[in-house]
């Protein structure tokens, strides 16, 4: 909290030379007295620190905690500062005292040789003497880890993180208001900042392998006469935590989130998501006219939904394609004017028309062929490459905007009850809105502490899009292994868009929004905070007492004046 001071126009030494040197004491007395009670009347400003407030796990759907459930277990191997040494050292370190002193040395040899006729014992001088005698080497790994599997599960209703930072200020009264006097503290607030975070409902399993080490290495080596040596060095860290599985109700994914230029994932079988796909083949026979013309409709799995009698190998002319899968949404947003926003959307339907194919059936010679070797019972092994390939389609998407609109709200405690503007009675306390604080009246000197809050209001717009895109690949060539759907080896599609790197998108038309559901809620949890207090003051007696005794050399003066001017008149 911050508290600013109108400055005054003149600064209190200037006044009290300018008194001393050309006033009279009277009126000198009564600018000082002024002066007094002006300098304790400055205007105050009130700033609080920021406010941030946070909420987590919030239901998107209505009021409350979503249901988020989530937990996993480890299976493996857990160690913590754990020490391997190897090598050894042999020898160690030994004293022996010497006595330097010759004459305690021909002391000791008349001791022996005559007994107690020698003269009396003189000092050793002793030194001590070191002999080391380590010699060899040691070094000791010491290491902290964690390696193993980890297996574990997410389940989401819906849920919304948010923050909002709010700037509150008040103009405290420039003088003290009078006992009973209804003043206005002028409040003012603004959203200075905010986030949003949503994640539409989930459920997802997983296994991922851990791989943590962190550690040093510490080495000793001693040679006969010559010491030891000691270094240390930190180990190279590993910190490695890789999805396996991850399964969802869309698909089962093996080895997401593999880092570039590798796929991602390595390999996934659709679930939930599911793909049909019609193929125009040709395929070689024996008699004239050599090929025979046919059509294919398969799904995702690389099952064949119909055909008409092919057999292997054959070309195919991709004709239209369809997938449709369960939504997953997460948005993030922040502060758009006195509002928190985010958007997202994904795709439920989307149907494409291979162009360039549908040409070919017209005589057109075809720009894309794909060539199956084997398909049989979802095992298939097969190529394909385009040299123009223009796809066109519906998109049919679910879209999800929020907007939360958070108002600062406050509960004023007052040291002493006060009176309020529209309440009868004295209070102890206010609530509601800082921004439209009543006017207040004292009886006395009073603190006021706020506590704020938020009361914040989220809406969650549900709604359908449609539109069309057109999307267009130059020189596009893939090829693979897959059973049942799952690509066992992969390579591509790559594009030469890819490779110059611009996208692929042709045309994208506005969509058609289709509203579905506003649903308005108030969203709780977030935090309260206690701010800074500050105090308001009513005019002392001693203030009033200042001012009437700087008065009152005034008066004298007026009189002696005035008789003055009356002695002039007479004369």
Known sequence: MTIHRNASLL???????????????PIFIFLMTFLVIYRANASVIYQTDPLNFTTHDQSMWGNGNALVYEDSFFLGQTWNNSTVGYGTIIGGISETTVATNPSWWAWKACVSTFGWFCPSEPEKNNIVAVLDTRTGATVDF?????????????????????????????????????????????????????????????????ISAIAELSGSVTGTACLIANGCMTGSAQLPTIDVNQKIIVLDPN???????????????????????????????LTPIATAPFVAPGFKLSTAFGTIVDTTPTGTPELEVEVASIEAQLPNIS???????????????????????????????????????????????????????????????????????????????????????ILIAGLEGLHSSWQGQWDMLPS?????????????????????????????TGTMDLFKL?????????????????SLNEILGFGNELFSTDKLLLPIVDNSFVLSGFNDIKAASFTIGVPEPTSILLFVCGLIPLLFVRHRKVRRLGEQLIC
């Open 11 to 25: 600064h209190p030494l200037y006044l009290i030379i300018f008194g001393l040197k050309y006033l009279k004491m």
């Open 142 to 206: 010491t290491t902290s880890g964690k390696m193993g599997l980890e297996f574990g599960y997410t389940i989401n209703s819906g849920s919304v993180d948010a923050s909002a930072n709010f700037l509150a200020s008040a103009v405290l009264p420039s003088n003290n208001p009078a006992e009973q006097e209804f003043f206005n503290l002028n409040p003012n607030s603004q959203l200075a900042g905010g986030e949003i975070s949503t994640q539409s409902p989930e459920a997802e399993a997983y």
């Open 251 to 281: 698909s089962l994914k093996i080895l997401p989130d593999l880092p570039a230029p590798l796929p991602d994932p390595l390999a996934e079988l659709s679930l939930l998501n599911q793909a049909l796909t019609l193929e125009g083949t």
């Open 331 to 417: 948005t993030s947003g922040g502060v758009v004017g006195n509002m928190i926003t985010s958007s997202g959307r994904d795709d439920i339907i989307k149907a494409r028309i291979d162009l360039d194919g549908i040409a070919s059936m017209y005589g057109i010679p075809p720009l894309g062929l794909g060539l199956s070797l084997v398909d049989i019972a979802g095992f298939k092994i097969g190529a394909r490459f385009d040299a123009l390939d223009i796809d066109a389609g519906p998109d049919l998407g679910i879209t999800q905007d929020f907007e939360l609109s958070p108002t600062l709200m406050v509960n004023l405690a007052f040291s002493n009850p």
């Open 440 to 468: 207040f009246a004292l009886l006395k000197s009073t603190t006021f502490s706020p506590t704020f809050w938020l009361d914040t209001m989220l809406t969650n717009s549900l709604g359908l899009d449609l539109g069309l």
């Open 478 to 494: 893939g090829a693979g292994v897959s059973v049942a759907g799952i690509d066992l080896l992969s390579i591509g599609p790559i």
